[in-house]
């Protein structure tokens, strides 16, 4: 289980508003979401992946996450903690990890086409997934992600299975 504390939290809400707000002041167009929201889903997807080594990064994350949020705001407000109660996005299944994996290996390819402020929104996006998708409320909003996964990998069986033709 991937645990987050209240000041974490803050953290990962300020990365979120300032990729926002560059949006916002920005010309507002769709395209430049991309970056940042695909590594905010690319986070989400991380968190479900229990046992494995993404799903250990993720969790790893959140707790410096936690740990940075309460030195922050603690040195900032002399108040630090605060808990949240955890969340999962839901679960994958083993289509769907593969789907995850292959998902990994495209954002790799195109993670390294991006320029450099495209390549800090994108760390952005996956630290704010990785991170507030362990909170229930977050969790709850990204439940899409994991079914998602699930639909396309069950599709690409049934397609190797003959039950779909190619």
Do not use: H
């Not at 803050?10 to 707000?21: D, G, K, Q, T």
């Not at 929201?37 to 790893?60: E, N």
């Amino acid at each position: 289980m991937i645990v987050l504390s209240l000041c974490g939290a803050v953290l990962s809400v300020a990365v979120l508003i300032v990729n926002f707000r560059s949006w916002w002041k920005g010309n507002r167009e769709l395209k430049a979401l991309i970056p940042f929201g695909g590594g905010l889903v690319t986070g989400t997807s991380w968190t479900m992946c229990v046992g494995g080594i993404l799903g250990w990064f993720a969790q790893r994350t959140a707790a410096m996450g936690s740990t940075a949020g309460d030195w922050a705001v603690s040195r900032i407000t002399g108040k630090s903690g605060g808990t949240l109660v955890s969340g999962s996005a839901g679960t994958l299944t083993t289509a769907g990890a593969g789907v995850v994996v292959v998902a990994l290996i495209l954002g790799v390819v195109v993670f390294k086409a991006f320029g450099k402020n495209d390549k800090k929104k994108a760390l952005g996006g996956l630290l704010v997934g990785m991170t507030l998708c362990a909170t229930a409320g977050a969790a709850q909003l990204m439940q899409w992600v994991p079914d998602l996964y699930n639909m396309v990998g069950q599709g690409i069986v049934d397609a190797l299975n003959g039950a779909v033709p190619l």
